[in-house]
C-alpha cells in the first residue's frame, strides 16, 4: 500500500491535479505497486524517509564528485596521448546482500566513465576499467565510497 501512495504522490507532483491525471495515475500506482511487490520485494518501512535523506544527501554528492573526478580524468588521457592507458577488466568482490544495492552499486560503477560493470556473479562484479593500476587486491577502491554508503542506504 506504502508503494502505491508513494508512486501516486509522484505522480500527481510531476504531473497535476486534473481528473483525467488523476485516473491514469492511480493506474500507473497500482502497475508500479504491483511490480514492485512481485519481483524486487523492496520494503517501504518505517526507515524509508532516513534512508531516502542517506541517499539523496550522502549518495548522491559522493557520487556526482566521482562522476566529475572521472570524466577529468578521462578527458585528461583523451587531450594527451603521452599518459599511459593500461585498459583491463577487473573482478572486484562485494560486500552486499540485496540485488537492488548489487543494480546500484554496478550502475554506479557504469555511470562514471572509464569503467563498465561487465557481469555481476554472486558476490562479484567484473569492470572494465581504462587504468587498472595493479593486480593486487586494491582494485576494489573503484567501489569502495559506493559500497559502503549503498549498504547503509538499501541494507
Not at 548522491?60 to 573526478?69: A, N, Q, R, S, Y
Amino acid at each position: 500500500m506504502s508503494v502505491f501512495i508513494a508512486s501516486l504522490v509522484l505522480w500527481l507532483f510531476l504531473t497535476g491535479f486534473s481528473y483525467q491525471e488523476l485516473i491514469v495515475g492511480i493506474l500507473v500506482s497500482i502497475a508500479v505497486a504491483s511490480v514492485f511487490k512481485n519481483y524486487h520485494k523492496i520494503k517501504f518501512d518505517g526507515k524509508l524517509l532516513v534512508r531516502l535523506f542517506k541517499f539523496i544527501f550522502v549518495y548522491l554528492p559522493v557520487f556526482i564528485v566521482e562522476m566529475i573526478k572521472a570524466n577529468f580524468d578521462v578527458a585528461v588521457r583523451v587531450l594527451n596521448p603521452k599518459l599511459p592507458l593500461n585498459p583491463g577488466f577487473v573482478k572486484i568482490k562485494t560486500d552486499l546482500n540485496s540485488e537492488v544495492s548489487k543494480l546500484f552499486l554496478a550502475n554506479s560503477i557504469t555511470l562514471t566513465p572509464g569503467t563498465l560493470t561487465l557481469d555481476g556473479k554472486d558476490d562479484h562484479l567484473y569492470i572494465h576499467w581504462i587504468d587498472v593500476k595493479t593486480t593486487e587486491k586494491k582494485e576494489e577502491a573503484i567501489s569502495a565510497k559506493f559500497e559502503k554508503i549503498l549498504k547503509g542506504v538499501f541494507e
